[in-house]
């Protein structure tokens, strides 16, 4: 089983900054997919950022610019820096993992707790 445990996010002002971070933790033989969504209350869950492989990120349209995610395989940790943020990008935002945990095992999806992250206009 993996198990991912979020931190950061909080309440800021239009135009500022926050982070999120995401640790994998548990029995992992591989993490193909690392990533970032987001739900807005009465809303779907929305791609944020996504990092496959050594494959170049993918984004939403929404973020393009202004998000960064970064991925570190030896610590199996994404983080998100978000940057220039806007009161639409008020949202729970959870972090995502595809991955391995067992030896010929499938790849599954895992989700994180959910952060909050509050943006004031």
């Known amino acids: 089983q993996v198990q991912l445990v979020q931190s950061g996010g909080g309440l800021v002002q239009a135009g500022g900054s926050l982070r999120l971070s995401c640790a994998a933790h548990?029995?992992?033989?591989?993490?193909?997919?690392m990533g970032w969504y987001r739900q807005a209350p009465g809303k779907q869950r929305l791609l944020v950022a996504l990092v496959t492989g050594g494959a170049t990120p993918q984004y939403g349209d929404v973020v393009k610019g202004r998000f960064t995610i970064s991925r570190d395989n030896a610590k199996n940790t994404v983080d998100l820096q978000m940057n220039s943020l806007e009161p639409e990008d008020t949202a729970v935002y959870y972090c995502?993992?595809?991955?391995?945990?067992?030896?010929?095992?499938?790849?599954?999806?895992?989700w994180g707790q959910g952060t909050q992250v509050t943006v004031s206009s």
């Open positions: 995502y993992v595809a991955a391995v945990s067992q030896m010929g095992g499938p790849l599954s999806g895992y």
């Open positions: 548990g029995t992992i033989l591989k993490i193909n997919t």
